[in-house]
Structure formats: structure tokens, C-alpha cells
């Protein structure tokens, strides 16, 4: 079945450690998006990704980071610089010329410890 | 700027009591307005998407209608595994690829 795989779906971070977070998708989708949940604030885009080895800041980039060398994969990672990283973590995709809706993994819960 | 606004925050309702969630929104011209439901800890799972103003989508228990100021769910005789929080989001005919902007959600939690 298609869809997208978000791995952890836990991960602790220390002080001053960077931190990764991976997101697949096996449903051929252009466009991927990943978002930041808080309690009470709804969902903030942190970047997105139209094509391959292309991607745009979204409303939060600051201390995150990301690469899109596969249609399939777009990994986050979450610097030292972001100091408040406690949150969780979405990511999506679409087909970016039809408005269908957003895919949805699963969530990475990141706490830090 | 694009904004969604959601309410009430939270809705608790007896098992076969109906009643609407709203969503307004300011959009510089409105391509979509998409309806999410969320289950704790999960990723949201899509419900409609409604494209113009008296469009009216249904699926078992919901509703969703349109305006061109905003959006409501309706909820028929709710049972308890309809207990989530709904989300509501808007994407502009300007905006940049299909990024969309989410409301805050309503938790919906439905008491047997």
C-alpha cells in the first residue's frame, strides 16, 4: 500500500545535539511538506519541496534544515540553532498541480532532554 | 496574509447530539478549503476538500459547506469514534506550490 513512513516516531535530543528526522513516501507525490505541531497553535510549515534538489522556507525555517535528493525521501533535521525543538513533527505529501489534499505520516514526537 | 480561524477550541457532545464546527478564513482568493480529522498522536487523515462558495460535501456522519467567508462541519448523531480534532485549511490561488494554512482544530469529544 502507498503512503508515508515517518520514522521515529519518538526521538530524544540533548542539548546542543542535531537531529534528524525522516520522512519516505511511495505514492509518486511531487510535493512534500513538513510541518510543526504545538499544542494550541495548530500546524506551522517549517519547508517544503515542489521537485527534487529543490525546496522553499516556510513560516518557521529558522534551526531546521533539509535536503530533497530522492522524490521519495525528505529528511529534517533539526540544528542546535532551534531552541525551542520540543514539538511534533509532520510530514506530508501532494500532487502539487491538483488540489487533492495532504498525505500525512504518521508524526515524529522530538523531545528535549 | 492568509488566516484560518477554528471554533469553539473544544466541543464535548452526548452520543446522537448533532452540531457544527466552524471554520472562517481570509484567503486572497480561495482555491481550496480542506477539512482534516486527527487522532492523538497520529497525522491527519483527509476528509473534503470544497472549492467554491455552496458547495456542500458528505461522508457517513459529516457534512461540510462552504461560503465565502467560511466553512462548516456538521456532525450527525456523532458517535464516540468520532471524537478527534478537526482541522481546517485554506490554500490561496497565490500561493506558492499548494502549501496550505491550518487552523488551530476543534477537539471534538463525543461522550456515549
Known amino acids: 500500500d502507498g503512503g508515508i513512513t515517518q520514522s521515529p516516531k519518538y526521538l530524544f535530543r540533548k542539548e546542543g545535539q542535531n537531529v534528524t528526522l525522516s520522512c519516505e513516501q511511495n505514492?509518486?507525490?511531487?510535493?512534500m511538506y513538513w510541518y510543526r505541531q504545538d499544542p494550541g497553535q495548530g500546524l506551522r510549515l517549517i519547508y517544503y519541496?515542489?521537485?527534487?534538489?529543490?525546496?522553499q522556507k516556510g513560516d518557521i525555517a529558522e534551526g531546521y534544515s533539509v535536503s530533497r535528493e530522492k522524490k521519495e525521501s525528505f529528511p529534517l533535521t533539526v540544528t542546535s540553532a532551534q531552541k525551542n525543538p520540543t514539538a511534533f513533527y509532520l510530514c506530508?505529501?501532494?500532487?502539487?498541480?491538483?488540489?487533492?489534499?495532504?498525505?500525512f505520516g504518521s508524526g515524529t514526537r522530538l523531545t528535549v532532554v | 496574509e492568509d488566516q484560518v480561524t477554528q471554533s469553539p477550541e473544544a466541543l464535548r457532545l452526548q452520543e446522537g447530539e448533532s452540531s457544527s464546527l466552524n471554520c472562517s478564513y481570509t484567503?486572497?482568493?480561495?482555491?481550496?478549503l480542506f477539512w482534516y480529522r486527527q487522532d492523538p498522536g497520529k497525522g491527519p487523515e483527509f476528509l473534503f476538500t470544497?472549492?467554491?462558495a455552496g458547495e456542500e460535501k458528505e461522508k457517513e456522519r459529516l457534512k461540510a459547506t462552504l461560503t465565502k467567508k467560511e466553512s462548516f462541519l456538521h456532525i450527525t448523531a456523532p458517535k464516540p469514534e468520532d471524537s478527534a480534532t478537526y482541522l481546517c485549511?485554506?490554500?490561496?490561488?497565490?500561493?506558492?506550490?499548494?502549501?496550505?494554512?491550518f487552523g488551530e482544530g476543534t477537539q471534538l469529544t463525543v461522550n456515549p
Open positions: 506530508a505529501s501532494s500532487i502539487p498541480t491538483d488540489v487533492y489534499g495532504y498525505t
Open positions: 505514492l509518486n507525490h511531487d510535493a
Open positions: 519541496s515542489q521537485i527534487v534538489n529543490d525546496f
Open positions: 484567503v486572497s482568493g480561495l482555491r481550496g
Open positions: 470544497l472549492y467554491s
Open positions: 485549511a485554506v490554500q490561496a490561488e497565490e500561493t506558492s506550490g499548494s502549501r496550505l494554512t
